[in-house]
């Protein structure tokens, strides 16, 4: 995934062809969410003042598991873009449905799965060539802010409960890794 064009892209077509696609794409590619998160995500779950979002159980829902209750940080300029999406909304969840929560479901029920599905083919016609285009997102998310801050910070970023998790199924190798020793040593510069 070229992540830079991707955004691009999104920034570009998704805010005037559909405001939801780009509030979903935001949550998995600039925050890591999980598709469920997403889905049952509220407006009030939104700290403005620390530019993060709670993840939490809620009466639409609980949580994957007890390590992804957490406060998310979240880009400042995300914050403002949602600020503005905000301003538009008609009820309580962000991402905006017809589609009732189903809280006490055995099933995987999505308020938005149709949003869901759109975003999908989106990202599809953008060469993201998965079977699970949105999770691609989340897991590009955490690569990206491996390359950045380490595979601490993305397993943290992502709210694994084993970083092993974070190294087998979500974060790229993306380069060589090794320390330019000869650099220091005032060789090879």
């Not at 950045?148 to 060589?176: M, N, P, W």
Request: aromatic content about 8%; charged content about 30%.
């Amino acid at each position: 995934v070229d992540a830079k064009q991707l955004a691009r892209d999104a920034s570009a077509e998704l805010p005037k062809q559909d405001p939801e696609l780009f509030k979903i794409f935001l949550l998995a590619f600039g925050v890591g969410l999980r598709r469920g998160e997403i889905d049952r995500l509220t407006w009030p779950q939104f700290n403005w003042s620390k530019d993060q979002i709670n993840i939490v159980i809620t009466a639409h829902g609980g949580t994957k598991t007890e390590d992804s209750i957490a406060a998310v940080d979240v880009d400042p300029a995300v914050m403002k873009l949602f600020r503005k999406l905000k301003a538009k909304a008609t009820g309580e969840f962000v991402i905006e449905s017809t589609v009732k929560p189903r809280p006490g479901a055995n099933w995987h029920h999505y308020r938005c799965d149709c949003a869901f599905k759109r975003i999908n083919a989106w990202l599809r016609s953008k060469g993201v060539d998965s079977q699970k285009p949105t999770l691609t997102m989340r897991k590009e998310f955490g690569s990206m802010i491996c390359e950045q801050f380490g595979i601490c910070a993305a397993s943290e970023a992502l709210r694994h409960a084993d970083i092993r998790l974070t190294r087998a199924q979500y974060v790229d190798k993306r380069g060589r890794i090794h320390l330019e020793v000869g650099k220091m040593l005032g060789g090879e510069k």
